[in-house]
Nanobody
Framework: QVQLVESGGGLVQAGGSLRLSCAAS????????MGWFRQAPGKEREIVAA????????YYAQSVKGRFTISRDNAKNTGNLQMNSLKPEDTADYYC?????????????????WGQGTQVTVSS
C-alpha cells in the first residue's frame, strides 16, 4: 500500500503559477508511473499529466500543454506539477496517483493509489 499526500494548492490570479507536490510513502514509488488528475465541481475527473517510472515519456492533456510540467524525484519519493499561465478553467481539486504500470498511462482506471487532493482556485 502507498500513501500519497499532495500539497501546494491555493488561490492564484489568472496568469500566475503554482507548484504542486506529491509525497509518497509505503510502496516503492520509483517502480511505477504516476499521474496528476483534476476534478472541477460538477465535472468528471480528468487526466492532467502523467509520467513513466523513470521520469520519461511525459503525457499532457491538450488543455495544459505548454503551461504545465510534470516531474518526479525518485530519490525523494516525490512528484511535482509545475503550473504556469494559470487560467480560471484550471480551477479544480488536483490529485496525484500511482499506477501499477511502469509506462506512462493516461487512463484513471490504471491507477490504484490516490492522494486526498489539493484545491487550486484561479481567479479572473
Amino acid at each position: 500500500q502507498v500513501q500519497l499526500v499532495e500539497s501546494g494548492g491555493g488561490l492564484v490570479q489568472a496568469g500566475g503559477s503554482l507548484r504542486l507536490s506529491c509525497a509518497a510513502s509505503g510502496r516503492t514509488f520509483s517502480n511505477y508511473a504516476m499521474g496528476w488528475f483534476r476534478q472541477a465541481p460538477g465535472k468528471e475527473r480528468e487526466i492532467v499529466a502523467a509520467i513513466s517510472w523513470s521520469g520519461g515519456n511525459p503525457y499532457y492533456a491538450q488543455s495544459v500543454k505548454g503551461r504545465f510540467t510534470i516531474s518526479r524525484d525518485n530519490a525523494k519519493n516525490t512528484g511535482n506539477l509545475q503550473m504556469n499561465s494559470l487560467k480560471p478553467e484550471d480551477t479544480a481539486d488536483y490529485y496525484c496517483a500511482l499506477s501499477r504500470r511502469i509506462g506512462t498511462t493516461s487512463s484513471p482506471d490504471l491507477y490504484d493509489s490516490w492522494g486526498q487532493g489539493t484545491q487550486v482556485t484561479v481567479s479572473s
